[in-house]
């Protein structure tokens, strides 16, 4: 014998069960979108730190 005490619920209508499928998958696309974004802003400051160690190597001595 079940112990739960539903009254009232939709879990009990006669009606059909209905997948919504109008949602948008807009999460995924989301998450996606951010991890390219940093995935192209890490390129971005990986190539000017290896920038800045190329200048510091190959730059000439400051006269003084």
């Known amino acids: 014998m079940s112990r739960h ?3 009232g619920s939709e879990a009990f209508d006669r009606r059909p069960f209905v997948i919504v499928r109008s ?3 807009g999460g995924l ?3 996606r ?3 390219a ?4 802003l890490g390129i971005i400051v990986a ?3 290896v920038t ?3 200048l510091m190597v ?5 006269m003084v």
Do not use: D, G, Q
């Open 58 to 62: 190959f730059m000439p001595p400051p």
């Open 23 to 25: 949602v948008p998958s």
């Open 52 to 54: 800045v160690a190329l």
């Open 5 to 7: 005490n539903i009254t």
């Open 37 to 40: 974004l940093a995935f192209v």
């Open 29 to 31: 696309r989301r998450r």
């Open 47 to 49: 190539l000017a730190a």
């Open 33 to 35: 979108a951010r991890m």
